[in-house]
C-alpha cells in the first residue's frame, strides 16, 4: 500500500482530465433530484461524476451557485438550411441547444434538379447553392464546414415525394411508390432518424394513409421513429391522431406528434380531450409521444392557409390561381366559409390582427416585417384577404406569419405531460447577418428558457428537474440518442451550466432578434460554444446519425 498511493497519483497527473466542472449542483437529465458535484470530461466525453477535488485538469470551471445539466435536444428544429449561412447558431446554443432534430416532412435530401428549380426562391434568399442530393452528400458538408450544434435529421415524407411524383394532387404508381421506398431505405442507410410528415403543408396533403404506411414501414426496418405535424391540429384533430396511431401500429415504428396544441378558438379547452386520447393510444400499445414549444402563437408558411387544392403543381400554379378572378373568388368563399374538410386557419384565429408577418423574400416588403394582416390592410387600403393574396403574389409565396391560435391553459396542460418534451420548431438564426434581417417567432430565441422561466420560475407549474428531463433524457431515449442526454461516464460532453434564478427569454413577438440570458458555459461535445455568457465561435457539432 505504501507504494500504490504514488502510483495512482502519477497515474492521475499523467492523464488528466481536459476540463472538469467543479462544485455544481447537477441535474443529471433523469428527473432525479439535484446533487452536489463535479464533472470530469476527457476527448469530448464525460469521464466520470463525482466529487473530483484533486484530480488534474487542464482547465476547470467553477459552477458554484449554478446548475450543470446536460445539454438540451430541440424535438423540431429547422437549421438544415440556416446552419449554412450561420453554423455557430447563436439562437440555439444560447438557449443551451447542443442538438436539434430537423427535416418536417420536407427534409434537405434527397434533392433532383427539378425539386431545387421549385425551390429557387428559398435557395436564391438564402444564397445557398444546393451542390448535394443525397443525405450522405449533405453530412459531408456539414462536416467540412463544421457546426456549433449536433444534427440529426428525418428524411421527409413530402420529399421523397417531390423527387418522384412531383407537386401534383395525384396518387404514385405503383413503380413511383417503389421508388419512393428506395429512397427513404437509402437516406436511412445514411443516418436519417426515421420518416416525417407536415400534413398540412401541400402537397403532403395529397398522400393517403396507405402511402405513408408503405414509407414509415421502410424506416421502420431500420430502427427509425415516424413523426408527423398532423393532417389537422383543430377541429378535427382526434382523427388526425388516429391516422398516425394507425401508422405506427401497420408500419411498426414508435410515433412522435409535433408541437402538440389544441389549435383555434373553436378547439380552446379540448387539450385535457387530446391528451386522454394520446394516453389510450399509449395504453393500447401505440408507441406514441409528443412535444410542444409552449407559446400561444404559431409560426408556418403563410401559403398554408390557402385551401390545398389551389396549391397543385406547386407555387408557381398557386400564383397563377390567385391572379385569376374566378379562381381568386373561389379562394376566398372557402376561407370565409367555416367548417370544411381542410384545415382553415383563417377562421381559427380571431382576425387579421392575429397574424404577424415574420419572413419574406422581396427586398420591397421588408417594411412589412413585424406588422400585422390589419395593419399591412390598412396600409395598402385593401380588404384583409385580398392582403393576404396579393402579400402572396408579390412574394411569390415564400413569406412566413406567426399567428395566434392557441389559448395558455391549454399550452400549459399539453407541456406537463410526462411523455411530451420540447421542440423549437424554428430555424437557427442570429441577430445579425443575412439571418438577422429576419422577424421569427420569439420562440426561434427563447424557447427552452422560456419554459425555464415562466413554468418553473414563476408559475412553478413543472419542477427544475421536471423541465431539465424533457430538454434531456426524455428526447434522448426518444431518439435513441443512446451515448446524449444523461451527465454520467461514457457519454458525449454535451453540458450547460446556468444560474436557474437568472436564465430568461429576451426575444418578444415585437422585438424577436435578441439572445436568451444566462447560459454560463455550454458545451458540445467536451468543446465550450459559451464561455462566461460568450460565444467562443467554436465548431465542434457533429451530425448525429441513426
Known amino acids: 500500500m505504501t507504494f500504490l498511493l504514488p502510483i495512482l497519483l502519477f497515474a492521475a497527473a499523467a492523464n488528466p482530465y481536459d476540463i472538469v466542472i467543479r462544485n ?10 439535484w446533487y452536489a458535484g463535479d464533472i470530469g470530461i476527457r476527448a469530448g466525453k464525460i469521464a466520470a461524476v463525482g466529487h473530483l477535488e484533486g484530480q488534474a485538469a487542464r482547465r476547470s470551471i467553477d459552477a458554484r451557485g449554478m446548475v450543470v445539466a446536460p445539454g438540451f435536444i430541440d424535438m423540431l428544429g429547422q437549421s438544415e438550411t440556416s446552419i449554412l449561412v450561420n453554423p455557430h447558431l447563436p439562437s440555439k446554443i444560447y438557449q443551451g441547444i447542443t442538438t436539434e432534430v430537423t427535416g418536417e416532412g420536407g427534409s434537405i435530401a434527397p434533392l433532383n434538379d427539378a425539386v431545387i428549380k421549385l425551390d429557387h426562391v428559398t435557395w436564391e434568399h438564402y444564397g445557398i447553392q444546393p451542390a448535394w442530393r443525397t443525405f450522405g452528400e449533405y453530412f459531408a458538408r456539414l462536416r467540412k464546414q463544421g457546426m456549433g450544434i449536433n444534427l440529426a435529421s428525418y428524411v421527409g415524407a413530402t420529399q421523397v415525394r417531390r423527387v418522384v411524383v412531383g407537386e401534383d394532387n395525384r396518387a404514385p404508381t405503383a413503380a413511383e411508390l417503389e421508388r419512393m421506398k428506395a429512397l427513404v431505405r437509402d437516406a436511412m442507410r445514411e443516418g436519417a432518424v426515421g420518416l416525417s410528415t407536415s400534413l398540412q ?17 421502410e424506416a421502420g426496418k431500420f430502427g427509425g421513429i415516424y413523426a408527423s405535424h398532423i393532417r389537422d391540429e383543430g377541429n378535427s384533430i382526434l382523427g388526425a391522431l388516429d391516422e398516425a396511431f394507425r401508422i405506427g401500429r401497420e408500419a411498426k415504428i414508435p410515433v412522435e406528434i409535433w408541437h402538440l396544441k389544441a389549435a383555434g378558438k373553436s378547439n380552446w379547452g379540448r387539450m385535457a380531450e387530446i391528451v386522454a386520447h394520446i394516453e389510450a393510444a399509449r395504453k393500447s400499445g401505440v408507441d406514441v409521444a409528443a412535444d410542444t414549444y409552449a407559446y ?24 397563377e390561381r390567385l391572379k385569376d378572378p374566378a379562381q381568386r373568388a373561389r379562394i376566398r368563399k372557402e376561407m370565409e366559409t367555416p367548417g370544411g374538410d381542410w384545415n382553415n386557419e383563417w377562421q381559427q384565429v380571431t382576425g387579421p390582427e392575429a397574424f404577424i408577418v415574420g419572413a419574406v423574400q ?32 408579390e412574394d411569390e409565396a415564400f413569406t412566413e406569419v406567426a399567428f395566434f391560435l392557441m389559448s395558455e391553459p391549454d399550452v400549459a396542460l399539453a407541456l406537463q405531460q410526462p411523455w ?3 421542440c423549437n420548431d424554428s ?6 447577418g443575412l439571418l438577422g434581417k429576419e ?29 431539465i428531463r424533457k430538454f434531456t433524457a426524455l428526447p434522448a431515449a426518444r431518439m435513441r440518442f443512446a451515448d446524449r442526454g444523461v451527465l454520467k461516464a461514457g457519454m458525449w460532453a454535451d453540458v450547460v ?21 444566462g447560459m454560463q458555459f455550454v458545451l458540445v461535445n467536451g468543446v465550450p460554444v459559451i464561455e462566461g455568457g460568450k460565444m467562443t465561435n467554436a465548431l465542434p457539432g457533429r451530425v448525429v446519425r441513426r
Open 24 to 33: 455544481g449542483r447537477i441535474i443529471d437529465g433523469t428527473g432525479s433530484p
Open 201 to 217: 403543408y401541400a402537397p403532403a396533403p395529397y398522400a393517403t394513409t396507405e402511402e405513408l404506411i408503405a414509407l414509415a414501414a
Open 296 to 319: 400561444t402563437a404559431a409560426f408556418n408558411s403563410f401559403s398554408a392557409i390557402i385551401p390545398p387544392w389551389a396549391h397543385d403543381g406547386g407555387d408557381k400554379k398557386l400564383i
Open 362 to 393: 422581396s427586398p420591397k416588403l421588408l417594411p412589412l416585417q413585424g406588422k400585422t394582416v390589419a395593419e399591412i390592410a390598412k396600409l395598402w387600403n385593401k380588404d384583409p384577404i385580398d392582403t393576404v393574396f396579393d402579400l402572396l403574389i
Open 420 to 422: 411530451v418534451s420540447v
Open 427 to 432: 430555424q437557427g438564426t442570429a441577430t445579425d
Open 439 to 467: 422577424h421569427p417567432h420569439p420562440r426561434a430565441y427563447g424557447a427552452f428558457p422560456h419554459i425555464l422561466r415562466k413554468y418553473v420560475r414563476e408559475e412553478k407549474k413543472l419542477t427544475l428537474e421536471e423541465a
Open 497 to 517: 451550466v446556468f444560474d436557474p434564478e437568472t436564465i430568461r427569454d429576451v426575444a418578444t413577438f415585437e422585438n424577436p432578434n435578441q439572445l436568451s440570458e
